[in-house]
């Protein structure tokens, strides 16, 4: 069990059985009184912010959640199906909790998805993915208006700038925390 005084930044708890992280947090001491604790709540499965305020003597379950590391198979509409890397059991996820996510997934991808007890509610990206450039327009030497970059389409379809010698074809590693361009990958 956590106390109010346990909370901060990034902490996990369960409230009326539903999982919420703590995204922002602030300590209240009024002149007289009880200390207050005020957060914001992000609800790990609808996404919904609560604002609630405690007091010290508050107490709060831990949220059950689990991560499991398995395997992209595929998508079909908007679901994306993954595979347990060890039981080869199924879960899928919807596009709403894959989110920008969807722009990195390969076939054979490993991730970390996170688990409300038996439910998937989340994925976890490695840092880094290398993806192929699946189409790049060819970077006009005089183009100085687009800088030092062009845009390029991915195989899943994310497009980005890269440094003008990425040519149609070539790897590239991306980072998924920003989205950005990292690096020509060597075959």
Avoid: H
């Amino acid at each position: 069990m956590y106390t109010a005084s346990d909370l901060r930044k990034g902490l996990k708890i369960q409230i009326d059985g539903e999982p919420y992280i703590v995204t922002e947090f602030q300590f209240v001491k009024p002149g007289k009184g009880q200390a207050l604790y005020r957060c914001k709540l992000k609800n790990m499965i609808t996404g919904v912010i609560i604002d609630p305020t405690y007091r010290s003597g508050d107490t709060f379950e831990p949220a059950d959640l689990s991560e499991r590391r398995m395997q992209y198979l595929y998508n079909q509409e908007n679901e994306y199906w993954f595979m347990d890397v060890e039981n080869y059991e199924q879960s899928v996820l919807t596009e709403e909790q894959v989110g920008d996510a969807k722009n990195y997934l390969t076939d054979n991808l490993e991730v970390d998805i996170l688990f409300f007890g038996d439910r998937p509610i989340g994925i976890t990206l490695p840092n880094f993915v290398n993806l192929t450039v699946a189409r790049a327009d060819p970077w006009a030497k005089g183009d100085s208006v687009a800088g030092d970059t062009k845009p390029v389409t991915l195989e899943t379809g994310y497009v980005l700038r890269v440094p003008p010698f990425i040519e149609e074809g070539g790897k590239i590693a991306v980072d998924t925390r920003t989205g950005e361009y990292v690096t020509r990958v060597k075959e």
